[in-house]
T-cell receptor, first 116, second 110 residues
Framework: GAVVSQHPSWVICKSGTSVKIECRSL??????MFWYRQFPKQSLMLMAT?????????EQGVEKDKFLINHASLTLSTLTVTSAHPEDSSFYIC????????????FGPGTRLTVL | DQQVKQNSPSLSVQEGRISILNCDYT??????FLWYKKYPAEGPTFLIS?????DKNEDGRFTVFLNKSAKHLSLHIVPSQPGDSAVYFC?????????FGTGTSLTVIP
């Protein structure tokens, strides 16, 4: 159990376009989901925390108008990278937390975004 | 400000030997610690965790040790296997926040 999926796994887009990444908890309800970004050879950087039905909480330095997060249901959160630029190219990972195991996060497989 | 640090970016160990991965933190409010394993182009997978009220937790080949006075935790893998080769992240938790270390790339040599 506790499977988290992400779609797409890899996306290439042109500069200036927007890209939506989906994060789904497949077999549990997740009231809280997290979005991370990983640069090569660097740690996971928390971008934002999203709670179902409310606005996401963004970490300092993360542009909320550029990285739109929607957590519309207990099993789905989306991250939209708006007007993407090459510097947005990265590996984006979501995670979800179950209420019954508050201290654990279950991670999705990640999405590789390449902006040309 | 990096609150959780893994000072060794890489580690190589012979198969069958012990792998010791270290992690230091600065915030004494952290009350839960976790280790994750990550393969390239995949999301991290949970390995083992420890509460701040304990100093040791063991699960099969994996043991996590916590030294609160030194603000230090370590992950021991014994015996190490080639399939253990991956990047290992430690994480510390306080309230709703997870803080990840910078990762240590472990290579287990057959």
């Amino acid at each position: 159990g506790a499977v988290v999926s992400q779609h797409p796994s890899w996306v290439i887009c042109k500069s200036g376009t927007s890209v939506k990444i989906e994060c789904r908890s497949l077999d549990f309800q997740a009231t809280t989901m997290f979005w991370y970004r990983q640069f090569p050879k660097q740690s996971l950087m928390l971008m934002a925390t999203s709670n179902e039905g409310s606005k996401a909480t963004y970490e300092q330095g993360v542009e909320k108008d550029k990285f739109l997060i929607n957590h519309a249901s207990l099993t789905l959160s989306t991250l939209t990278v708006t007007s993407a630029h090459p510097e947005d190219s990265s590996f984006y990972i979501c995670s979800a937390r179950r209420e019954v195991s508050y201290n654990e996060q279950f991670f999705g497989p990640g999405t590789r975004l390449t902006v040309l | 400000d990096q609150q959780v640090k893994q000072n060794s970016p890489s580690l190589s160990v012979q198969e069958g030997r012990i792998s010791i991965l270290n992690c230091d933190y600065t915030n004494s409010m952290f009350d839960y610690f976790l280790w994750y394993k990550k393969y390239p182009a995949e999301g991290p997978t949970f390995l083992i965790s420890i509460s701040s009220i304990k100093d040791k937790n063991e699960d099969g080949r994996f043991t996590v040790f916590l030294n609160k006075s030194a603000k230090h935790l370590s992950l021991h893998i014994v015996p190490s296997q080639p399939g253990d080769s991956a990047v290992y992240f430690c994480a510390a938790m306080f309230g709703n926040q997870f803080y990840f270390g910078t990762g240590t790339s472990l290579t287990v040599i057959p």
